[in-house]
């Protein structure tokens, strides 16, 4: 049975999330103490106790992700979990993916992801930029609804997550008229996400130019297990792929739905989300019910999915 592995991007962050997984797999306490050297504080501390305003800014957000999900592929890995044959992340998990998959050290991989967050910031400084979830439309009407509402502003539709699942970004004025022009369309739900930056929209891209040079920096290598893009859904084959692919994707959509379809037709029978929470398993059921989806972000989901997708080679 052909194996892909996941790993969620921010959202899936909450206080004391790993710990029941920490207490049993030493690998979580110690990718966080390697994650709080470089970072140079306790991260771990600020995953377990909060404050929660602090954990949900994006640039410790987006350090606490990667940990998580390396974390998790470590201990999945530690208690023999075999291998995956393809692996995808959605945005920031894209990062995590790579390090996985030894293309990207994680000491480095944290370093970039926080220039990352703190370059997002800046491009959108808190209170101007929005996110939305449209729920309930084809991805053509949310499309043709942010078009309706721009008027000579950013909003475009960010994250294709699943069937009737899109989420939209840009300008706040912008993304609240794009959400009306979506309820009139006949959208079953309207949601402003609790984030402070607007992803994968044009606003981004004073953002990825910088990050190109960040970029430019780092000695990424071929992937050992094939990492899926966000951007191109297509599998990196070398360093230059992936820096083209990861500035692109700062201010590019995130075609989730394309990615696991992909990954379908490349055999994959099962999913597993390697992170906390269970966010992806759950869009990877609605876009192919067909395939088996599961987390691994306690030890009895460990545990399950050890039992269901098994354990050895791929």
């Not at 504080?41 to 377990?48: F, G």
């Not at 891209?205 to 190109?212: I, K, T, V």
Request: with cysteine; proline share 5%; aromatic share 4%.
């Amino acid at each position: 049975m052909t194996l892909a592995m996941v790993y969620p991007g921010q959202g899936s962050q909450s206080v004391g999330m790993l710990r029941a997984l920490a207490d049993q797999h030493e690998e979580v306490r110690q990718t966080f103490s390697e994650a709080g050297e470089v970072l140079d504080y306790d991260l771990w501390d600020l995953v377990q106790n909060g404050p929660l305003e602090r954990l949900d800014n994006t640039v410790v957000t987006q350090s606490a992700m990667l940990s998580a999900g390396v974390a998790c592929w470590r201990a999945w890995r530690g208690a023999g979990g075999r291998e995956p044959s393809f692996m995808a992340g959605h945005s920031l998990g894209e990062y995590t993916a790579l390090v996985c998959a030894n293309a990207l050290p994680f000491a480095d991989a944290l370093r970039l992801v926080r220039r990352r967050a703190e370059l997002m910031q800046a491009a959108a400084p808190a209170g101007e930029g929005a996110m939305a979830a449209i729920l309930g439309l084809d991805d053509e009407t949310v499309i043709a609804a942010c078009e309706r509402a721009a008027d000579g502003q950013v909003v475009s539709a960010v994250n294709f997550n699943a069937p009737g699942q899109v989420v939209i970004a840009g300008g706040r004025a912008a993304v609240e008229r794009a959400m009306e022009e979506a309820r009139s369309a006949g959208a079953k739900r309207t949601l402003l996400l609790n984030v402070s930056v607007p992803s994968h929209c044009d606003l981004m891209r004073p953002a990825a130019e910088e990050l190109s040079r960040t970029l430019a920096e780092i000695a990424f290598a071929n992937p050992a297990v094939p990492v899926l893009g966000n951007a191109d859904v297509r599998p990196y084959e070398n360093a230059v792929q992936i820096r083209t692919g990861l500035e692109k994707q700062l201010y590019s959509p995130v075609r989730w739905v394309d990615t696991v379809r992909y990954l379908v037709n490349l055999g994959s029978r099962s999913v597993i989300e390697c992170g906390p929470g269970k966010v992806l398993a759950g869009l990877v059921k609605r876009i192919d019910r067909s395939v088996p989806a599961a987390c691994i972000d306690s030890p009895e989901a460990l545990q399950t999915a050890l039992g269901s997708a098994g354990a050895g080679a791929r």
